[in-house]
């Protein structure tokens, strides 16, 4: 058996010189959950969907920065999200605590992330990670439909506080909602991986919006240096807010349901593709 030529270079996250890991760009354990699950094979990415038949990795991270990935945000929010069974033990758990449910507004309201026994920090280092891996990858993976810009200035606040170099995320609010899942829909859209990628708005160079969804959750970053936009953001952020949120949106979960149905129509008609939309309706 030929062996593979070790690249050695600076590791992205840790900044030492070390011996390379190939690196997932789609969480490892993410993509084993829906590349082997016929209900959400689909990757979304640019306002398109794609079979995940092959996994995205790069030389990234040093093997202890991959560790540090499993150890503190990959492995819990693995044991937490929806499993291949139907079941949801951060749901379940949250809807036996619908009485500590806080009202926003309509059909929104939030958990308080301690009423649920969760640990929010690995939480919020998945849901940073997702972000900050998939930009550290894109200039390794040019020919991929990666849709993700970040300033420099933030990317280098996720890489920082994904390394422990420090413990906020400046001018970086996070937002994370939870799927229940929505009756009489065909298919079940929480068994998706879609990747991080930028939204376009209309509210001005000064703010920033990236998705992102993962098995159960969504995760919505947004950045700004702007002072009175970061006091607004982090009131929702799971971060800044000492509450640590998690959000239930009925709207929300329609909403993004319809998008992804959305996203699977328009994309290129493949047959695999097009056995999907009809085995799910969409």
């Given amino acids: 058996m030929a062996s593979q030529t070790k690249t050695i270079d600076d590791c ?123 930009f550290a990858a894109k200039s390794k993976l040019p020919r991929e439909r990666i849709s993700l810009g970040l300033d420099s200035n933030f990317a280098e606040v996720l890489r920082m506080y994904l390394n422990s170099e420090r413990q906020d995320l400046p001018g970086v609010m996070i937002k994370i909602d939870v799927f229940e899942g929505i009756p009489g829909l065909p298919h079940d859209h929480r068994y998706v991986y879609a990747m991080p990628q930028e939204v376009p708005h209309q509210f001005g160079p000064e703010l920033r919006f990236y998705t992102a969804e993962a098995l159960g959750f969504a995760f919505t970053m947004t950045t700004t240096s702007n002072p009175e936009l970061i006091a607004a953001m982090n009131t929702n952020c799971f971060v800044h807010n000492p509450d640590h949120p998690l959000f239930l949106s009925q709207e929300m979960q329609l909403a993004t349901a319809t998008r992804q149905a959305a996203w699977i129509r328009r994309s290129a008609p493949t047959e695999h593709l097009r056995d999907f939309g009809k085995h799910h309706g969409t």
């Fill in 12 to 134: 992205a996250l840790c900044l030492r010189r070390d011996v390379l890991q190939m690196s997932h760009v789609i969480p490892r354990g993410v993509y084993r959950r829906v590349s082997k699950d016929p209900r959400g094979s689909v990757n979304i990415v640019r306002n398109k969907a794609i079979l995940t038949q092959s996994q995205l990795k790069v030389p990234l991270l040093c093997l202890d920065c991959e560790g540090r990935f499993s150890k503190y945000g990959e492995n819990y929010f693995l044991a937490q999200c929806l499993q291949p069974n139907g079941a949801f033990p951060l749901l379940d758990r949250a809807l036996l605590a619908r009485h500590a449910l806080t009202a926003v507004k309509g059909n929104t309201a939030y958990w308080k992330a301690d009423q649920l026994g969760i640990d929010h920090a690995k939480i919020a280092y998945f849901a940073a990670s997702l972000f900050w891996r998939t």
